[in-house]
């Protein structure tokens, strides 16, 4: 095997090209090759990113055997033949510990794979992991996890973004082609940007979250990340569609790819409210997507400046629906059925409160207390009601501005990557991080975070794709001609993976 970052190494093609050569019998690259190469790099890399909670070289290898068995049986052992897949922490993998990086489901296994674990490794992807998250998916760092922070590959001083940082980490620093993650208020589309990466943030629906911890279930949907749209959207082909095992699924069409749009005559929407070049940090940001706008101008689209004022409230109100549902999901973590269990308590009462106050972080705490009060008797028409009722109307006006245009496109982040505990102490400085992205997950509609060069410090900025229901397979088209227009893509970051 090659060196472990060496110029065309195998684990540095598109995952297409990855599992063409794997289901070729011709070439010589086996699963188990490229498994392998992946498990190495975990293992070189690990130590100092700690994107990885837990490798599973063990459930990687058996995976990857059994697609080159179906491979030498002249069997198709599907699109993501081979492919290294990381999986975050909150998604289950029979066999591996899953932790949602918290102390109360300390030595949990769960016997069953995740839907969307389950499809993709049906579709040839070999599991090498499970990856670093905030706490039950609750931060923008990943410091919030309970067995410590990962480090950014482009920055190793700064944070990756989250909550699925483990996962963005992975994929950027080219430990692993593709990754699952979550997103309920951004955790997938922020860590993306970030790292430089690819990352989606399905249609409500599209994408089964059986065997997903639910944080907000109203919000949560599992994506992929990847180096390229193309890969990404290879994943999200393979986990998308209806599930027996979770009702709120529904058909819609697949993300299949279709004839990249052309950009002549393409309607794109600015919305002034998701402008941040004011926002302290932010004009890099608003700068980078803004040269893209001229590029589009340029190729023959039209401009469409759109208000949306509701979203102005999105962070308020997803600060209440969020904490809400999450407080009553985390309920079933009693100390009983999973994971950590105090030792010292003397009735049914103090065995509840002292395994919940032992097992939960300072965060998580701090979303039940929320919640809990948001829902309480005298307080919930207040808080929760108005919530839901504002939600109903940002989803209507979104339902108006697709009607003007055909995307819209915004940062994805105000700012680049900040440092590692520089918003630790600021729960709200925090939660701003998502400003631009929690509308999509209260709408229910898909966004696509592309990468769209770097600021003035050399770090990865974002640019976001928001599209109605069930247009995300349009909006990976449109990411793979804007890239193909404006060259901006993936770029190592330096001491890793190659170019994708
Ligand atoms: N950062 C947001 C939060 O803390 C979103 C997290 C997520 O999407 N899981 O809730």
């Given at each position: 095997?090659?060196?472990?970052?060496?110029?065309?190494?195998?684990?540095?093609?598109?995952?297409?090209?990855?599992?063409?050569?794997?289901?070729?019998?011709?070439?010589?690259?086996?699963?188990?090759?490229?498994?392998?190469?992946?498990?190495?790099?975990?293992?070189?890399?690990?130590?100092?990113?700690?994107?990885?909670?837990?490798?599973?070289?063990?459930?990687?290898?058996?995976?990857?055997?059994?697609?080159?068995?179906?491979?030498?049986?002249?069997?198709?052992?599907?699109?993501?033949?081979?492919?290294?897949?990381?999986?975050?922490?909150?998604?289950?993998?029979?066999?591996?510990?899953?932790?949602?990086?918290?102390?109360i489901?300390?030595?949990?296994?769960?016997?069953?794979?995740?839907?969307?674990?389950?499809?993709?490794?049906?579709?040839?992807?070999?599991?090498?992991?499970?990856?670093?998250?905030?706490?039950?998916?609750?931060?923008?760092?990943?410091?919030?996890?309970?067995?410590?922070?990962?480090?950014?590959?482009?920055?190793?001083?700064?944070?990756?973004?989250?909550?699925?940082?483990?996962?963005?980490?992975?994929?950027?620093?080219?430990?692993?082609?593709?990754?699952?993650?979550?997103?309920?208020?951004?955790?997938?589309?922020?860590?993306?940007?970030?790292?430089?990466?690819?990352?989606?943030?399905?249609?409500?629906?599209?994408?089964?979250?059986?065997?997903?911890?639910?944080?907000?279930?109203?919000?949560?949907?599992?994506?992929?990340?990847?180096?390229?749209?193309?890969?990404?959207?290879?994943?999200?082909?393979?986990?998308?569609?209806?599930?027996?095992?979770?009702?709120?699924?529904?058909?819609?069409?697949?993300?299949?790819?279709?004839?990249?749009?052309?950009?002549?005559?393409?309607?794109?929407?600015?919305?002034?409210?998701?402008?941040?070049?004011?926002?302290?940090?932010?004009?890099?940001?608003?700068?980078?997507?803004?040269?893209?706008?001229?590029?589009?101008?340029?190729?023959?689209?039209?401009?469409?400046?759109?208000?949306?004022?509701?979203?102005?409230?999105?962070?308020?109100?997803?600060?209440?629906?969020?904490?809400?549902?999450?407080?009553?999901?985390?309920a079933r973590f009693d100390g009983v059925r999973y994971g950590h269990r105090a030792?010292?308590a003397?009735?049914l009462e103090?065995l509840y409160a002292r395994s919940r106050?032992?097992g939960?972080?300072?965060?998580?705490?701090?979303?039940?207390?929320?919640?809990?009060?948001?829902?309480?008797?005298?307080?919930?028409?207040?808080?929760?009601?108005?919530?839901?009722?504002?939600?109903?109307?940002?989803?209507?006006?979104?339902?108006?501005?697709?009607?003007?245009?055909?995307?819209?496109?915004?940062?994805?982040?105000?700012?680049?990557?900040?440092?590692?505990?520089?918003?630790?102490?600021?729960?709200?400085?925090?939660?701003?991080?998502?400003?631009?992205?929690?509308?999509?997950?209260?709408?229910?509609?898909?966004?696509?975070?592309?990468?769209?060069?770097?600021?003035?410090?050399?770090?990865?900025?974002?640019?976001?794709?928001?599209?109605?229901?069930?247009?995300?397979?349009?909006?990976?088209?449109?990411?793979?001609?804007?890239?193909?227009?404006?060259?901006?893509?993936?770029?190592?970051?330096?001491?890793?993976?190659?170019?994708?």
């Amino acid at each position: 095997m090659d060196a472990l970052f060496a110029p065309n190494h195998p684990l540095d093609q598109s995952v297409a090209v990855m599992a063409a050569r794997v289901r070729d019998r011709s070439d010589s690259l086996s699963a188990q090759e490229l498994v392998g190469a992946a498990l190495a790099r975990i293992e070189a890399c690990n130590a100092d990113l700690h994107a990885f909670l837990c490798v599973t070289p063990e459930i990687a290898l058996e995976q990857a055997r059994a697609v080159d068995a179906a491979v030498q049986a002249g069997q198709d052992p599907g699109p993501l033949a081979g492919v290294p897949l990381a999986v975050k922490d909150n998604l289950a993998v029979p066999g591996a510990p899953l932790t949602c990086a918290s102390r109360i489901l300390a030595n949990y296994t769960p016997p069953t794979a995740a839907t969307s674990v389950a499809r993709a490794v049906a579709a040839g992807a070999c599991v090498v992991g499970k990856t670093n998250l905030d706490e039950f998916a609750m931060g923008s760092s990943t410091e919030n996890s309970a067995f410590g922070a990962t480090r950014n590959p482009y920055d190793r001083t700064r944070v990756p973004g989250g909550s699925s940082g483990g996962s963005a980490a992975a994929v950027a620093a080219g430990l692993a082609p593709l990754a699952l993650g979550s997103d309920t208020g951004g955790s997938i589309r922020q860590p993306a940007a970030l790292c430089g990466i690819v990352g989606v943030k399905p249609t409500y629906g599209r994408v089964s979250r059986n065997g997903l911890v639910a944080f907000a279930s109203s919000l949560d949907q599992v994506g992929p990340f990847g180096r390229t749209a193309a890969d990404a959207r290879a994943l999200l082909q393979a986990i998308e569609g209806p599930d027996d095992a979770d009702a709120t699924t529904r058909a819609m069409p697949s993300v299949a790819a279709s004839t990249p749009p052309s950009l002549a005559g393409l309607r794109y929407g600015t919305v002034r409210e998701f402008d941040v070049s004011q926002v302290p940090g932010g004009a890099d940001a608003e700068a980078a997507v803004d040269g893209v706008r001229a590029r589009l101008r340029a190729a023959g689209a039209t401009a469409v400046d759109l208000s949306l004022p509701l979203v102005t409230g999105s962070i308020p109100v997803y600060y209440i629906v969020a904490p809400a549902e999450a407080s009553s999901n985390l309920a079933r973590f009693d100390g009983v059925r999973y994971g950590h269990r105090a030792h010292d308590a003397n009735s049914l009462e103090s065995l509840y409160a002292r395994s919940r106050d032992e097992g939960f972080g300072t965060e998580v705490k701090r979303r039940i207390l929320i919640g809990t009060f948001a829902l309480s008797s005298g307080y919930a028409d207040a808080y929760y009601k108005r919530a839901m009722a504002a939600r109903t109307a940002l989803r209507a006006q979104f339902d108006a501005a697709f009607k003007r245009c055909d995307v819209l496109i915004s940062a994805t982040t105000p700012t680049s990557a900040f440092a590692l505990g520089e918003k630790s102490d600021d729960p709200l400085a925090m939660y701003l991080c998502d400003v631009l992205t929690v509308a999509a997950n209260l709408a229910g509609i898909p966004a696509v975070s592309i990468p769209c060069g770097r600021d003035s410090r050399g770090l990865p900025l974002g640019l976001q794709l928001w599209g109605p229901v069930g247009s995300e397979g349009r909006l990976l088209d449109l990411a793979a001609a804007l890239a193909a227009e404006t060259g901006l893509g993936y770029e190592a970051p330096t001491g890793y993976g190659g170019p994708a």
